[in-house]
């Protein structure tokens, strides 16, 4: 059983800066991999960004050079420096962990969200 906690969102003004955090406790297995996705109103979620274990990244096109992923493997917590927001950043975002089992499934888990609004 995995539960995702996440802390950070808040309101800020399109250029502002935000801090998002998410803790994963397990029942003691390895996470693999971790990342936010975010779902704008009327809009279906979307990947931000991921990051393994061993800490290759990725990211949406339309947050690079913006927004940095970074992990703590020995706290299984996942974080996203957001910079220069702007106003079509405005979602819940969620973070997400991705357990690779040996039969070759994925498990996926989710946080209930935390919202990140923009102001122009």
């Known amino acids: 059983q995995v539960q995702l906690v996440e802390s950070g969102g808040g309101l800020v003004q399109a250029g502002g800066s935000l801090r998002l955090s998410c803790a994963a406790s397990?029942?003691?297995?390895?996470?693999?991999?971790m990342g936010w996705y975010r779902q704008a109103p009327g809009k279906q979620r979307e990947l931000v960004a991921t990051i393994t274990s061993g800490g290759s990244t990725n990211y949406a096109d339309s947050v690079k050079g913006r927004f940095t992923i970074s992990r703590d493997n020995a706290k299984n917590t996942v974080y996203l420096q957001m910079n220069s927001l702007k106003p079509e950043d405005t979602a819940v975002y969620y973070c997400?962990?991705?357990?690779?089992?040996?039969?070759?499934?994925?498990?996926?888990?989710w946080g209930q969200g935390t919202q990140v609004t923009v102001s122009s």
């Open positions: 397990t029942s003691g297995f390895s996470i693999n991999a």
């Open positions: 997400n962990a991705k357990r690779l089992r040996v039969s070759g499934l994925t498990n996926n888990y």
